[in-house]
């Protein structure tokens, strides 16, 4: 046990004398100028992060405001997709009926390429 603290005491020292020697390579006045700017910086990093707070502060409030809104916005606009697309069924298979009831009705084919670029529509024969 004596050895592991005489050891102990050796690396102390050594490491005493490699940081002594460590501070005679730099100069004090550089190591007073990077601190004086590592201070600069976390002022500033400290300012930024006090900005980023409020700002986050102010998006959720803003967040909160809205969110009703807009989950209120969404179910309306699914509610009207899905109504919208129950009238075009409905109005495609009216036309459909109308074709097969009168084929002279739509001349121009217009209504017959709609139906077959819409594989999902059946028109009667």
């Known amino acids: 046990m004596a050895e592991t603290e005489e050891e102990i005491e050796s ?12 501070k005679t390579l730099i100069d004090a006045n550089d190591l007073d100028s990077l601190e004086h700017l590592q201070l600069l910086i976390l002022g500033r990093l ?19 405001e809205v969110s009703g809104d807009f989950s209120r916005n969404t179910r309306m606009l699914k509610s009207m997709k899905s109504d919208l697309d129950y009238i075009f069924k ?36």
């Not at 400290?46 to 909160?64: I, R």
């Open 46 to 64: 400290q300012d930024s992060n006090a900005v980023l707070s409020h700002f986050n502060e102010y998006s959720e409030h803003c967040f909160a």
């Open 11 to 22: 690396i102390r020292a050594a490491s005493k004398e490699v940081s002594r020697q460590f």
């Open 90 to 125: 409905k109005l495609r298979s009216m036309k459909a009926k109308i074709m097969a009831t009168y084929p002279d009705a739509f001349p121009d084919e217009s209504i017959r390429e709609v139906f077959d670029q819409r594989p999902d529509l059946e028109v009667p024969q």
